[in-house]
């Protein structure tokens, strides 16, 4: 069963310091999702791409966030610098198309010391 | 995204059905149901959606209300692998908005 892969499971940074995860989605699907979850709540969405476009980064704070798929195919989310409070799971999902059930990968866990 | 409402958790025995309700009664005609699960400390899981008639697959059965105010997820015959933080979702998926969902804790 394909599934969509993210890298590395677990991340332990100090904050100030520069992190990136890595998503490779389910080959074919055209709209990947970044998604931030804090223990306790739901994920919330940060950046959505359609193909290589970005076309919803309304909640990315793009003053220490960053997102990329170049080749429209996988992507990298980036945090420079980490702060405490980006502690978290970080979950890439993708979907065939936009209006599409998106699945999801187990996801980065995130600690900032 | 319409607003969803879940109990916060429920409990359901090992080889019975678990019935899982929400309330979405300011969805939009548009707007789909989804139904997500988070078994702990793994990313979530796809389980169902619809938009206005019953939707049934292998791992679950969604019914929908005709009003579309409401709807239950049903596991038919719950096992403990069941037990996760379940959630309903009502909007598109391009942008799933995600609540605190419902905690089932499938008992032996």
């Known amino acids: 069963e394909a599934e969509v892969a993210q890298s590395p499971r677990y991340k332990i940074t100090e904050k100030s310091q520069a992190v990136a995860f890595w998503c490779d989605p389910i080959s074919g699907h055209a709209t990947l999702y970044w998604y931030r979850q804090i223990l306790g709540q739901g994920p919330e969405l940060l950046v959505q791409f359609q193909d290589e476009s970005v076309v919803d980064d309304s909640q990315l704070p793009k003053d220490r966030f960053s997102a990329e798929r170049l080749k429209g195919v996988d992507s990298t989310l980036k945090i420079q610098p980490a702060e405490l409070g980006d502690s978290a799971m970080y979950l890439c999902a993708s979907s065939l198309r936009a209006n599409t059930e998106a699945f999801f990968g187990q996801g980065t866990r995130l600690t900032v010391v | 995204d319409a607003k969803t409402t879940q109990p916060t958790s429920m409990d359901c025995a090992e080889g019975r059905a678990a019935n899982l309700p929400c309330n979405h009664s300011?969805?939009?005609?548009?707007?789909?149901v989804y139904w997500y699960r988070q078994i702990h400390s793994q990313g979530p899981q796809y389980i169902i959606h619809?938009?206005?008639n019953n939707e049934t697959n292998e791992m679950a059965s969604l019914i929908i209300t005709e009003d579309r105010k409401s709807s239950t997820l049903i596991l038919p015959h719950a096992t403990l692998r069941d037990t996760a933080v379940y959630y309903c979702i009502g909007g598109s998926a391009r942008q799933l908005t995600f609540g605190s969902g419902t905690q089932l804790t499938v008992l032996p």
């Open positions: 619809g938009l206005k």
């Open positions: 300011t969805i939009s005609g548009n707007e789909y």
